[in-house]
C-alpha cells in the first residue's frame, strides 16, 4: 500500500508529467496516477480509498513544474513548495536508467541554513525516513540499490534538492531548486 500518491495539477506538460515519473522512480512508497479531471474532492476521497496519508501534485509554471503541493487526507494543503527550476534525471546524470529500490535517509549538508534544515526535516517525515546530517553526499553511501536524498543551500539563496545513487556514488537526479516554501509536516499525521 503506497503512503503517498503522486500526480499532476489538471492543466499539465510533458515535461511536468516526465519530471512526476523521475519523482515515482526515486521517492519511497509512492503510487503514481494520472488525475485528469479530478477534483479536490475527488482527490481527497482517492486518498482515503487507496489508505495513503497524502498526495502530492505537481502544478504547472510557463510549461515547466514550478510547485509541488502536498494535500492530507482530510483534503487540507500541507506545504507547498515552489520551484526557481528543475532537471529532470536525464540532464543530470547517465545514471537515470538505474531505479532504485530503496531510499535510505534524507541527507542534509552540515552548516546549512535553518531553512533548507527545515525543509530537509518536512520532507523526511512527509517520506517517514531518518534525516542525518553530512558534509558532503560522498559519506552518505548506504548500500546498493540504495539511494538517500540530499539537501544544501545552493549560491543563489535557494535551496538544492537532489537524489544520489548508492550504487555508483553519483548523483541521479532529477535535481530541484526549491525557490520558497510554506508549511510543515507535523509529526503526528
Known sequence: ????????????????RTFVRDLCSVLPRVERFNR?????????????????????????????????????????????IRFDRIRLRREVSSAASIRTTTVDSVVIK???SERAKELANDIASLLSLNLSERLNPIGALTEDNQSFIWFEDD??????????????????????????????VSSDW
Open 36 to 80: 485528469g479531471g479530478m477534483g479536490l474532492a475527488e482527490l481527497t476521497a482517492r486518498i482515503n480509498q487507496n489508505g495513503a496519508k497524502a498526495a502530492i501534485i505537481i502544478s504547472i509554471w510557463k510549461g515547466n513544474p514550478g510547485e509541488m503541493t502536498v494535500l492530507s487526507s482530510a483534503g487540507q494543503e500541507v506545504i507547498s
Open 110 to 112: 552540515s552548516e546549512s
Open 155 to 184: 549560491a543563489s539563496g535557494k535551496i538544492l534538492w537532489t537524489h544520489y545513487d548508492a550504487h555508483n556514488g553519483l548523483e541521479a537526479g532529477p535535481r530541484i531548486l526549491v525557490s520558497t516554501f510554506r508549511g510543515s
Open 1 to 16: 500500500m503506497p503512503s503517498l500518491l503522486l500526480t499532476t495539477s489538471r492543466k499539465t506538460s510533458n515535461r511536468v
